[in-house]
């Protein structure tokens, strides 16, 4: 049904993880954690397969809508932790994961079509639509690149989590958040692992293990796909942005490993990215999530 060889429809994906709840009730369950601006659900899948009280990693694609590889991705790793699980070995089992492959449904249906290189959400401000969920989270909210403006497309909202999607994000988290130990969100492109801080160019002062474990995840990633990914502070690497979810997890919710991870490629297709390079993004993909969940396990 799902498959790597081409870009899915939101109902393609949604269509999915209900199989996998059905299929394997005794590991899986999906949870709609709220509704988009148009009332699509925000469906939430958790894999366990053990006790609660365990260590959990939360997982989100799909925040920017043109941005196809990371939902395409998320929907691999899922599929290696659901129906492949045997291969993935222990720290994999003893995680709690919890994955929202698409973050922004209503920007992602439009992209496929209106505007393929749309963004934002849908949500209607005056005469513009759209408000930039990565600008959208209550930590440092409306400073550094990020805008006031509707119609930019960087528009911040009009207040910290004034979106239906990023507030049911933070609602989720904030209600995990004593086993919550890592934050990883999926974004094209670049090739970039990004830690703390995007809101300004300095670093919490757990950096060095940010970085530490940022290596190692780019280490995992080219050995499992061969791309080179450069690991530093977003603000400091990339530009400075303001209300990103990855500063939220961190500066908020106090998740200590938390990244933004810009997948394929470096530029020359950009987020149109071509199709048989979905397997092999995918795959770096879950070597990353892999790394992080051995690492909060200390299990190898
Ligand atoms: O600008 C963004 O939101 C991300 N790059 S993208 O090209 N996918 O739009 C980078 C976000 C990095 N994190 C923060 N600045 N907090
Ligand atoms: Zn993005």
């Known amino acids: 049904r799902m498959t790597w060889q081409s870009y899915h429809r939101l109902a393609d994906i949604h269509g999915y993880l209900d199989y996998l709840a059905q299929t394997y009730p005794q590991l899986v369950s999906l949870q709609t954690i709220g509704s988009s601006v148009e009332g699509r659900p925000l469906k939430v899948l958790k894999i366990s397969s053990g006790s609660p009280g365990r260590p959990a990693i939360w997982i989100d694609g799909g925040i920017h809508a043109r941005e196809w590889i990371s939902p395409a991705s998320v929907t691999y790793i899922i599929n290696e932790l659901t129906e492949n699980q045997e291969a993935h070995g222990e720290h994999v089992k003893s995680v709690d994961w919890y994955i ?3 973050l922004n449904p ?3 249906e439009y992209s496929h079509r209106v505007d393929r290189l749309w963004r ?4 209607v401000s005056g005469h513009c639509a759209g408000t930039d969920l990565n600008r959208n989270f209550g930590y440092k909210w409306g400073g550094a690149g990020s805008s006031k403006e509707p119609c930019k497309e960087i528009y ?4 910290p989590f004034s979106e239906p999607e990023s507030a049911a994000v933070s609602n989720f988290i904030q209600s995990h958040a004593g086993s919550m130990k890592a934050y990883v969100s999926f974004h094209s492109y670049g090739q970039y692992i990004l830690h703390p801080w995007g809101y300004v160019r ?3 002062p757990d950096h060095a293990d940010l970085s530490r474990v940022g ?8 050995q499992a796909g061969g791309a080179s990914y450069t690991v530093g502070g977003a603000a400091a690497t990339l530009y400075p942005a303001s209300g990103g979810s990855d500063d939220w997890a961190k500066g908020a919710a106090g998740i200590k490993y938390s990244y933004t ?3 394929r490629d470096r530029g020359f297709f950009g987020f149109i990215l071509p199709v048989q390079y979905i397997l092999p993004t995918a795959r770096e993909a879950l070597a990353a999530v892999k790394t992080l969940a051995s690492e909060i396990t200390n299990v190898r």
């Open 100 to 102: 929202l492959p698409v």
């Open 106 to 108: 209503d920007g992602y």
């Open 120 to 123: 934002k959400n849908r949500q």
């Open 156 to 159: 911040a909202g009009s207040r």
């Open 202 to 204: 300095g670093y919490p």
């Open 215 to 222: 290596h190692k995840i780019a280490n995992a990633m080219y």
């Open 261 to 263: 991870i810009e997948l």
